[in-house]
C-alpha cells in the first residue's frame, strides 16, 4: 500500500487534544496519527489546526441557489453542485441537505423533493462532500406518505426529520409569514389558506402517518430527528417512536427533558456566530453553558459551524478540542456515522486544514474528503 497523502507542521486534533503530530491517509482512510516524518505526497499545515470535517446534519442553504430569488428558478444539478462547493469551502465533509416534503407546492412541496432526490442521487459519485439526504417531512403532507415511506425502505433517506409547520387556526390570515409561505409555493395568500383550511379537516389523521412513518424508518435503520418540539410531552412522543434527536425544541423546559431522557438536541450555529436567534428564542451559547445542545448544525448558512466552533472557543464557552465536538463528532455520531468526526487510525479520511489566527475569522485552507484533496487556497503547502 503507498502512501497516498501525508499533513505535517501543524497542531492536530486527535483523543480530545491538540498536538504536534503528523496524519498519515491511505486510500481514503486515516492510516496514523504521530508517525515520524516520511517519503510520499505531502501537505504541510505548519501555523495551521488540523481538524475532523466537520458533519453538517441540518442544512438548507442549497435552497438558495435552487430559488435565489421568489419565483426564480434554477435545475437542481446547477444548485447542488454549487452548494458542494460552498460546503467543502467551509470545512464540510459530510452534508445533509434539509430537504422539506410538505403539503404546500413549490420549492418546499413534494414535486420539487423527488426532483433534488433525484439529481442529488445522479451527481453523488461527483460531488466532493459526502452529500446526504435528511428529508424534513412535513406532518400534513399525508397524500405523500406511501411514497416517503417508499423511499425510507429503498434507503434513499438518510436521516428522517419530522416538521409541522402548518399555520395554526388562530394565526392571521395576512401575517408576513403566511404571505412568505404563501410566496414560495407561487400561491396567493388566498389560495394559501384555503389549503390550509382543506389539510386542517384532515388532523385526525397526522398522528397515525407519523407512526407508520418511524415504524419504517426504525425498521430501515434511518436516524429520526423531530422538529420544533413545543414541550417535553411532544418530545416524549417522538421519542417513543424511536426519535432521539430533538431539533430546535421550542422552550427550556423542553430541551431539559431532552437532555434528561439522552436525547441529542440540535441548535443553530449561526445563533452562536450572530450571538443570538434570529427569531428571538434563547442564545445557543448560554444552552451548550447548561449542556442543552449537543450538536450545532449550518441551518441556513454553510459558513457557520466553523465560524460558530472557534467562536466559542474565543469566548471562553469551551476550548476549541471540546467546541469541535459539536460540529463533528457528536452529529456523527448522532447520524449513526462511526467512521468519522474524529481523527483516528480506520476513520474515514475527512480533514480540514484550518489558519486559526483569529479565532473570529478562522479560514479553511484545505479540505480533504475521503483522502482526496478537494479544496486548497494556498498551492505552495502541497509538495
Known amino acids: 500500500m503507498s502512501r497516498k497523502l501525508r499533513i505535517f507542521g501543524g497542531q492536530v486534533l486527535t483523543g480530545g487534544l491538540l498536538v504536534d503530530a503528523a496524519v498519515d491517509l491511505y486510500d481514503g482512510y486515516v492510516a496514523a496519527v504521530g508517525a515520524e516524518a516520511g517519503p510520499g505526497r505531502c501537505l504541510d499545515a505548519q501555523g495551521l489546526v488540523v481538524l475532523p470535517g466537520i458533519v453538517d446534519i441540518h442544512g438548507d ?3 438558495r441557489q435552487l430559488m435565489p430569488r421568489p419565483g426564480v428558478d434554477f435545475a437542481a444539478p446547477i444548485g447542488l453542485k454549487d452548494s458542494d462547493r460552498q460546503a467543502v469551502a467551509n470545512g464540510i465533509t459530510t452534508v445533509y441537505h434539509g430537504v422539506t416534503a410538505s403539503w404546500e407546492p413549490g420549492l418546499r412541496g413534494i414535486d420539487n423533493a423527488r426532483a433534488i432526490l433525484d439529481a442529488l442521487e445522479a451527481l453523488r459519485p461527483s460531488l466532493a462532500a459526502d452529500t446526504r439526504l435528511h428529508l424534513r417531512y412535513e406532518a400534513y403532507n399525508l397524500d405523500a406518505e406511501a411514497e416517503i415511506a417508499d423511499w425510507i425502505s429503498a434507503r434513499r433517506v438518510d436521516m428522517l426529520g419530522f416538521n409541522d409547520h402548518m399555520p395554526g387556526p388562530d394565526t392571521p390570515p395576512r401575517t408576513r409569514k403566511l404571505a412568505e409561505m404563501a410566496g414560495r409555493a407561487g400561491l396567493s395568500v388566498e389560495h394559501f389558506g384555503e389549503l390550509i383550511e382543506r389539510l386542517r379537516a384532515r388532523a385526525d389523521e397526522v398522528p397515525h402517518s407519523t407512526a407508520r412513518l ?3 424508518a426504525r425498521q430501515s435503520g434511518v436516524p429520526m430527528l423531530s422538529h420544533d418540539d413545543a414541550n417535553p410531552e411532544r418530545r416524549s412522543t417522538f421519542r417513543a417512536l424511536g426519535c432521539h434527536v430533538a ?4 422552550t427550556e423546559s423542553t430541551a431539559e427533558a431532552a437532555r434528561a431522557a439522552g436525547d441529542d438536541i440540535v441548535l443553530g450555529a449561526p445563533n ?14 448560554d444552552m451548550i453553558s447548561r449542556g442543552l445542545c449537543t450538536i450545532l448544525a449550518s441551518d441556513y448558512y454553510y459558513p457557520a459551524p466553523l465560524l460558530a466552533a472557534f467562536r466559542l472557543a474565543a469566548d471562553g464557552v469551551a476550548p ?10 457528536q452529529p456523527a455520531r448522532a447520524a449513526a456515522l462511526g467512521d468519522r468526526g474524529r481523527l483516528e487510525s480506520g476513520c ?6 484550518v489558519d486559526a489566527t483569529d479565532f473570529h475569522h478562522p479560514a479553511v485552507i484545505a479540505t480533504i474528503a475521503a483522502g482526496e484533496l478537494v479544496h486548497l487556497t494556498e498551492a505552495r503547502r502541497l509538495h
Open 247 to 250: 431539533e430546535f425544541p421550542v
Open 61 to 63: 442553504a442549497f435552497e
Open 320 to 329: 476549541l478540542a471540546l467546541a469541535w465536538n459539536y460540529v463533528a463528532e
Open 348 to 353: 474515514r479520511a475527512d480533514v480540514i486544514l
Open 214 to 216: 418511524a415504524a419504517q
Open 272 to 285: 452562536v456566530v450572530r450571538g443570538g436567534s434570529h427569531v428571538g428564542w434563547v442564545k445557543a451559547a
